[in-house]
C-alpha cells in the first residue's frame, strides 16, 4: 500500500514525490483445512461400524471426553473395507492440506505419513476438554453423523498468542485481535471434514438435540 506524507506547505506535487511504500504482513497465520463434501457415501457403513464396536464395553475408554463414548484403539487397524477406504480418502485430504500450505513449489511431492484414528460418540450433555494432539503433526476430525435437530456442539479452536487478546487497552480503536474473544468456534454438520495443526489446542461443547453425534477424528504422524 501508498502512505503520503503531510508535509507543513508542501504542495500536492510535493506530497506526490513522498509517498512511502509500506506492506502489512499476517506473520504466524494458522491454517485450518475445511471441507463440506467429505466422503458421505461412506457414512452409513462407518455409522453401523461404530454401532458395533460400542456393543463390546472393552472397546471403550475415557481420553479428553466428558461423557460420551471414545473407541479405545485405532480405528484404522480395523480389517474392514469401510475403514481402508475412509482412510484413503482422509489420506487424500492430508495431501492436499499439505500441497496448498506449500503452494506450488513442489506439485509432485507426495508425502509419507500415517494416519491414527478413533471414534467419538457425543450425545446432548457430553464434551471434550480442552487439549492438544502432542507427537503428530495434523490432527483432523469427520463428522459421519450429526443429530438434525443439534444446536450447539461447537469445536473451539483456542487462540494460540495465549493472552495477547487481552493485553490492549484501545478506547475507540478496533484492531483485530482486541475483544475477538479467546478462541474460533465451527458448527459441525454431517459431511463436514477439518483438519488443524495438531499442537493448535481445541475443545467441543455440549449440544442440546436427540441422537448421536458421530465423528471420527484423527492423527498424521511419521510413517
Not at 495438531?198 to 442440546?208: I, K, P, S, Y
Request: hydrophobic share 35%; proline share 8%.
Amino acid at each position: 500500500m501508498m502512505l503520503t506524507q503531510n508535509l507543513p506547505g508542501s504542495s500536492p506535487q510535493a506530497r506526490e514525490a513522498h509517498k512511502v511504500q509500506a506492506a502489512v504482513l499476517p506473520l504466524f497465520p494458522t491454517w485450518i483445512y475445511r471441507c463440506h463434501d467429505g466422503p458421505t457415501h461412506l457414512n452409513q457403513a462407518l455409522e453401523d461400524l461404530t454401532c458395533r464396536l460400542m456393543l463390546d464395553d472393552r472397546n471403550a475408554t475415557c481420553r479428553t471426553n466428558d461423557g460420551g463414548w471414545h473407541y479405545a484403539f485405532d480405528v484404522f487397524t480395523l480389517q474392514d473395507p469401510v475403514v481402508a477406504a475412509f482412510r484413503d480418502q482422509m489420506e487424500q485430504h492430508v495431501h492436499a492440506f499439505l500441497r496448498q500450505l506449500r503452494g506450488n513449489a513442489q506439485p509432485a511431492k507426495r508425502d509419507r505419513f500415517r494416519l491414527q484414528g478413533w471414534i467419538n460418540v457425543n450425545r446432548g450433555s457430553d464434551r471434550n476438554r480442552l487439549h492438544c494432539h502432542p507427537g503428530c503433526f495434523l490432527s483432523g476430525t469427520y463428522y459421519v453423523r450429526t443429530p438434525p435437530d443439534m444446536k450447539g456442539g461447537e469445536i473451539v479452536f483456542r487462540d494460540p498468542r495465549g493472552p495477547a487478546v487481552a493485553m490492549y487497552e484501545t478506547p475507540g480503536i478496533e484492531l483485530p485481535w482486541v475483544g475477538s474473544g479467546t478462541g474460533m468456534a465451527f458448527t459441525p454438520a454431517t459431511g463436514h471434514l477439518l483438519i488443524f495443526p495438531a499442537w493448535l489446542e481445541h475443545r467441543v461443547e455440549r449440544f442440546t438435540g436427540t441422537g448421536d453425534r458421530i465423528s471420527i477424528a484423527f492423527n498424521a504422524t511419521n510413517p
